[in-house]
């Protein structure tokens, strides 16, 4: 795909889920009094606040911002199916794997959300996590309604 027309449909994603990307905001800014700090990933095509200071650890994603409990997001974890016990599988980089989330927001915008909580929720039954590990595997295969 031509550049110019990629970062045309990076740019009406990121308006089509400015909704989310506000939560995520909102959330981000919120943790920064309490020691989290923000920088923009390119690659990712996403903010992330490091060192969030809530939740179970890892990372969630909203829009294009990713709340991360770690000071690197470019570091190792199992995927879903590996920790849910379903076979053994090697480890991922969480940064892949939170992007994948990021190109589905792109698409779905305001829909994310909602189909995300349909299908499962966080856990190893939801087709977003699910494709998100193969994308983080393979660099392949982020789309949820996808089996490649």
Not at 68 to 77: V, Y
Not at 117 to 123: A, D, E, K, T
Request: hydrophobic share 45%; with cysteine.
């Amino acid at each position: 795909m031509r550049p110019f027309l990629m970062r045309l449909l990076i740019a009406l994603g990121g308006l089509w889920t400015l909704p989310n990307t506000a939560i995520g905001l909102l959330l981000g800014v919120i943790g920064l009094p309490f020691g989290a700090h923000a920088h923009w990933r390119r690659r990712d095509l996403a903010l992330v606040f490091h060192r969030w200071p809530w939740g179970p650890g890892g990372a969630i994603t909203f829009g294009n911002v990713i709340l991360h409990t770690g000071d690197n997001l470019d570091s190792p974890c199992v995927t879903y199916a590996h920790r849910a016990g379903h076979g053994d599988e090697p480890a991922i980089m969480l940064a892949d794997h939170e992007r994948a989330h990021v190109y589905q927001y792109l698409v779905l915008g305001p829909l994310f959300l909602p189909l995300y909580l349909v299908f499962g929720g966080i856990s190893v039954r939801n087709r977003f996590e699910r494709a998100a590990d193969r994308y983080a595997r393979t660099g392949r295969g982020w789309w949820p309604f996808s089996e490649s």
